[in-house]
């Protein structure tokens, strides 16, 4: 995939090579070289929500930077099976930096005492128990990893693996950009890695008990989140600066 090549101000002055020098690697040398030991990238953290396919990017992490922060965001909301996997998965792999992070007492009091904002809107409470914790977990951060795929769903189809998130001026990287369910069952199955509890019930996309139902056959993986709204991300993946030189 090559983004259109128009000049943006913000991107880092390396962003061209670097965006090249990662386009053919496969994705584990993709990631050895995010976490190379002269640390090309700054402090890399790696987002997840420990949901239905986040066993394969965790599992890639582990091998080659099994002390890199894993950053999980507890919004208050989500499934008990979710919380089970996450400390499941963590000590399967041998994660040793796992960080969860969650919107403060004073905060929620201030801005959703009686925890009912996401039935009023949902768009405000992402942003408050989601983006803005974000926003604090990555402060020591200089890039960061997203499990994203674009067979996900058409609003993810036209991700690219190394991006730049001007809002935040950090590198982010999509490594499973290119995979698909296919590749994600080869995988998890080679290395036998346990599924999420919901996985099996129908939850393709598993975030906060109140705004995710089960997927249908022919639906997106992402159809069941926020059902009967026309919400459909959170607003983590802000829209990202990817324009890169030609050639």
Known sequence: MQPSPVTNHYLP???????HALAGLATEEFLSWVYAPHKPFGEVGVVTSFGAESAVMLHLIAEVAPEAPVIFIDTGFHFDETLAYRDELASHLGLVNVRTVGLDPLSEKRSDPARDLHLKDPDACCQ???VKVLDHALRGCDGWISGQKRYQ?????KIDRVEWDSARGKWKFNPLADWDTADLVTYQ???KMPAHPLASAGYLSVGCSPCTTPVTAGEEPRAGRWRQLEKLECGLHRPADVIVAAG
């Open 189 to 191: 199955t080679e290395h």
């Open 128 to 130: 408050l128990r989601k």
């Open 153 to 157: 769903s058409h609003e993810r189809s």
């Open 13 to 19: 002055v390396d962003f061209n090579r670097q965006y």
